[in-house]
């Protein structure tokens, strides 16, 4: 069984920048999955974020943190970061990780393998 663990989540004053963290475990074939991150903010929908190839070749953002957030992998510890900085309030949320095998731009809520169970960011105005 494939287990996504995030981590790096808090409480940030905005214009502040925090580093999200996601390790799989379990066996899963890591290497080979394109990794993406989503968010949910209390009473809204989940919403794409980032994505990174299994290779690291390719990103693909929101246009909202388009220029603030970074996507990066490192498959030899099975992991997937994103880095945000010049964070605001509206991006206050549940942070997700997940795993697919389809191109990162088309990565949705509907198309993913595997999920996290996510890390709470909260940016205070």
């Known amino acids: 069984q494939v287990q996504l663990v995030e981590s790096g989540g808090g409480l940030v004053q905005a214009g502040g920048s925090l580093r999200l963290s996601c390790v799989a475990s379990g066996g899963g074939a890591f290497s080979s999955w394109s990794m993406g991150w989503f968010r949910q903010a209390p009473g809204k929908e989940r919403e794409f974020v980032a994505a990174?190839?299994?290779?690291?070749?390719?990103?693909h953002y929101a246009d909202s943190v388009k220029g603030r957030f970074t996507i990066s992998r490192d498959n030899a510890k099975s992991m997937v970061y994103l880095q945000m900085n010049s964070l605001k309030p509206e991006d206050t949320a549940v942070y997700y990780c997940?795993?697919?095998?389809?191109?990162?731009?088309?990565?949705?809520?509907?198309?993913?393998?595997?999920w996290g169970k996510g890390t709470l960011v909260t940016v205070s105005s």
């Open positions: 997940a795993a697919s095998g389809v191109d990162v731009y088309y990565f949705e809520v509907s198309n993913m393998y595997h």
């Open positions: 990174i190839t299994w290779s690291g070749d390719t990103t």
